[in-house]
């Protein structure tokens, strides 16, 4: 479960907003460009610190301004994929998946089972030999899910993960991710412009506009995550 409240002031307005993100849900944050979803993100990562708030993640405070508590990106089991994939190109599709693992300093048994079972959860066990160069652009996204999704992340974070996709292949990393969400149960937030890609994906919607909530909805019955200002 993910509950955050952050205040930043930002050079055009201020980011001020509340989320809750219940484990096995996705909350899909939705806006033009500039109006604070990537910092929200980015704040939630470790990546920036907020002014003033907290984000807490199932039951441990990962930033809290007036305790002072600030816990390192590295430290916070947060899998981000970022709008543009960024494999490692002259990597293959294995060794990209592996890459956090070996930072994590998993032995090499259990990194090569883990390994698989991405592999084989994503559809990409075809592809493990082959260097992300030669990729087209909905198999990187698939592999950067799967290196994300290999170091057993508590959250999972999502920036703009169709850009530049065709139809085809945003279905199937859309299937992928709600599968995926689902079997580890783990809570995640999905940047989009899109409005389709809330009502496919999403388990409730935020809308920011200059740093605030101007709309939020859920899916029928649902309330496992929202937001509010």
């Given at each position: 479960?993910?509950d955050?409240?952050?205040v930043?002031?930002?050079?055009?307005?201020?980011?001020?907003i509340?989320?809750?993100?219940?484990?096995?849900?996705?909350?899909?944050?939705?806006?033009?460009?500039?109006?604070?979803?990537?910092?929200?993100l980015?704040?939630?990562?470790?990546?920036?610190?907020?002014?003033?708030?907290?984000?807490?993640?199932?039951?441990?405070?990962?930033?809290?301004?007036?305790?002072?508590?600030?816990?390192?990106?590295?430290?916070?089991?947060?899998?981000?994929?970022?709008?543009?994939?960024?494999?490692?190109?002259?990597?293959?599709?294995?060794?990209?998946?592996a890459?956090?693992l070996?930072?994590?300093?998993?032995d090499?048994?259990?990194?090569e089972?883990?390994v698989?079972?991405?592999?084989?959860?994503?559809?990409?066990?075809?592809?493990?030999?082959?260097?992300?160069?030669?990729?087209?652009?909905?198999?990187?996204?698939?592999?950067?899910?799967?290196?994300?999704?290999?170091?057993?992340?508590?959250l999972?974070?999502?920036?703009?993960?169709?850009?530049?996709?065709?139809?085809?292949?945003?279905?199937?990393?859309?299937?992928?991710?709600?599968?995926c969400?689902?079997?580890l149960?783990?809570?995640c937030?999905?940047?989009t412009?899109?409005?389709?890609?809330?009502?496919?994906?999403g388990?409730?919607?935020?809308?920011?506009c200059?740093?605030?909530?101007?709309?939020?909805?859920?899916?029928?019955?649902?309330?496992?995550?929202?937001?509010?200002?």
């Amino acid at each position: 479960m993910l509950d955050v409240h952050i205040v930043r002031k930002l050079r055009d307005f201020t980011l001020d907003i509340t989320l809750h993100v219940d484990d096995g849900k996705i909350l899909v944050l939705m806006g033009e460009n500039g109006a604070g979803k990537s910092t929200t993100l980015n704040s939630i990562a470790g990546l920036l610190s907020p002014d003033t708030g907290s984000i807490r993640l199932n039951g441990s405070v990962l930033f809290d301004a007036e305790s002072g508590i600030d816990i390192p990106v590295e430290e916070r089991r947060i899998g981000y994929v970022f709008q543009k994939s960024a494999v490692f190109p002259h990597m293959t599709v294995r060794e990209n998946i592996a890459f956090g693992l070996v930072a994590q300093h998993i032995d090499e048994r259990n990194r090569e089972k883990r390994v698989a079972r991405w592999l084989d959860c994503l559809d990409i066990r075809n592809l493990s030999g082959v260097r992300a160069a030669q990729l087209s652009g909905g198999q990187k996204q698939r592999v950067a899910l799967a290196r994300a999704l290999a170091t057993e992340p508590a959250l999972l974070m999502l920036d703009e993960p169709f850009s530049g996709l065709d139809a085809g292949s945003r279905v199937s990393v859309k299937d992928a991710i709600r599968k995926c969400t689902s079997d580890l149960n783990i809570p995640c937030i999905m940047v989009t412009h899109r409005a389709e890609d809330a009502r496919d994906i999403g388990d409730g919607s935020c809308t920011l506009c200059r740093g605030n909530i101007t709309g939020a909805g859920s899916a029928s019955g649902f309330s496992g995550c929202g937001c509010r200002n």
